[in-house]
């Protein structure tokens, strides 16, 4: 039988994270793997046609469940309509009305058993179903008359118990009717079919204001996927156009009883760039400025989509804004290091660079060395590092590197996490030891040291920060040599030990 649970977007959102990031980089890793055997290079053509079916029939999956969920201009436009129309004449009119009939539900009347009877606001009752109407693409006329339904059911067994309430002058003649309790029924079936109009007719006015623009505009948006519980509101958003890479955020951390009584699970969160309603970034905008200063800024708006390849490029600055490695950088470049690179190289060997007393020096000795923060290690050879590298695998570690697609910009950031793999083109590192490793290549990293006290803050700690250069050591007086036992701390300007 049909799943009959309600669509919303928060569930668009869950349902849309079962194809995570870089799932697709890694089945065509292991693809590869597979065509490079024999035995199974013809399964490896059934399977990548597999995951491409399964990648169809989750993407015709969640069209339909968006095709059931609130229009998302709607959703915000009819929201935002409510919101404004709290205080408003037409509002202030039918608050008069609930008071005429002791704000007393009737068709509720039947659930409530102790306490006081359920209370009647036909402001929210009319606000509610219009809302619901309007963004579940009803007609205006449609949500009008749903409005409109609801009221009478509940107003039209309603009886009078405060004629104070009632509109003067009267719209019917007192002699008309058998007694002065009838005239004020009368009067009030007259008066609250024009009041819900009203407020219709006002809540259209706003809704048309609000949806009025329509073009889209780069919005950069931290801790995505929009999965959680505080994301209902923006979970609309999920269905927006993803422009470039996903870039590692945090970690969520969810207790018990959070992730029974919501939903809400751990895991890896990232920073995205979409392509948003220009007018749904504008309100984002508006509400994020208007909360207090202790709150970090979740969203950031950048300039209108054009279409063109500059909208990437446009995203990529975003991203780099928050996370300063992309997927890609420095590839294609040549594998020897920037004249920018060695300089700091040769600055922090000179500063607390790593060396050797002699060859019974035990390895396990020199990865506490290293991941105390004490010293650091400057590349040569990689061989020097995949020694060490099963010392310092459950250790936070601190790689200096160069940024940027070129790296001619000179844009330096320091990157925390854990190694997980020395290759012959450069490491693999974990951000923060929970994302999914990044390809760093030799020729762009400066040194890597170790982070002990990364973690041992109160606030949540930060995956990277900005490195500043260190200055360049005076030339020596005359030549010097270092004898190594399986570590040679100082390249030579090529980059080899």
């Not at 007018?279 to 905008?285: S, T, Y």
Request: hydrophobic residues 40%; aromatic residues 8%; negative net charge.
């Amino acid at each position: 039988m049909a799943d009959r649970e309600p669509r919303t977007w928060l569930g668009y959102a869950r349902n849309a994270t079962r194809h995570e990031p870089g799932d697709d980089e890694q089945v065509e890793q292991w693809l590869e793997q597979a065509r490079a055997d024999a035995a199974l290079a013809g399964d490896a053509d059934t399977l990548a046609d597999a995951w491409q079916q399964l990648a169809a029939d989750h993407r015709a999956f969640l069209n339909a469940y968006a095709a059931d969920c609130p229009e998302v201009e709607a959703y915000n436009g009819t929201r935002d309509a409510v919101r404004r129309s709290a205080g408003s004449p037409q509002r202030q009119v039918l608050d008069e009305v609930s008071a005429a009939v002791g704000k007393v539900s009737h068709t509720r009347s039947r659930d409530w058993v102790y306490g006081a009877p359920p209370e009647l606001d036909a402001g929210a009752l009319v606000c509610g179903v219009w809302s619901a109407a309007r963004s579940r693409g009803h007609s205006r006329a449609e949500a009008a008359d749903m409005a409109y339904a609801a009221a009478a059911e509940e107003l039209n067994r309603a009886r009078v118990v405060d004629v104070t309430r009632l509109p003067t002058p009267p719209r019917t003649a007192g002699s008309a009717h058998e007694s002065p309790a009838a005239w004020a029924d009368a009067e009030l079936a007259a008066w609250w079919p024009q009041a819900v109009r009203a407020l219709c007719a006002r809540l259209e006015e706003d809704f048309e204001a609000e949806s009025a623009a329509t073009a889209a505009r780069l919005l950069l948006v931290r801790d995505w996927p929009l999965t959680g519980v505080r994301d209902a509101p923006v979970a609309y958003l999920a269905t927006s156009p993803v422009l470039g890479p996903l870039v590692p955020h945090g970690y969520r951390d969810v207790d018990n009883y959070v992730s029974w009584n919501g939903g809400d699970s751990a895991g890896p969160s990232y920073s995205a760039v979409i392509a948003a309603p220009a007018h749904l970034v504008a309100k984002l905008e508006k509400e994020q400025a208007a909360q207090p200063s202790r709150y970090q800024p979740r969203f950031t708006a950048g300039g209108p989509v054009t279409g063109t390849p500059e909208d990437l490029q446009a995203a990529e600055e975003l991203l780099r804004a928050v996370f300063p490695l992309l997927p890609g950088d420095g590839a294609g470049e040549p594998a020897i290091p920037s004249a920018a690179v060695q300089q700091q190289r040769r600055a922090r060997h000179a500063q607390d660079g790593l060396r050797l007393t002699g060859e019974e020096e035990r390895l396990y000795r020199l990865a506490h060395s290293l991941s105390d923060g004490y010293r650091c290690w400057v590349p040569g050879r990689p061989e020097e590092l995949e020694q060490l590298a099963s010392w310092l695998r459950w250790t936070t570690l601190r790689v200096d590197v160069l940024c940027g697609s070129t790296g001619r910009a000179e844009q330096w950031a320091s990157v925390f996490g854990t190694l997980e793999a020395v290759t012959d083109s450069g490491i693999r590192f974990s951000p923060g030891g929970r994302h999914r490793a990044l390809h760093i290549p030799w020729h762009r990293i400066v040194a890597l040291t170790g982070a002990p006290n990364w973690d041992r803050g109160h606030g949540v700690p930060d995956l990277w920060r900005p490195y500043e250069p260190v200055a360049a050591p005076p030339p020596p007086d005359r030549p010097t040599s270092t004898r190594s036992a399986g570590l040679r701390a100082l390249p030579t300007p090529d980059g080899a030990a």
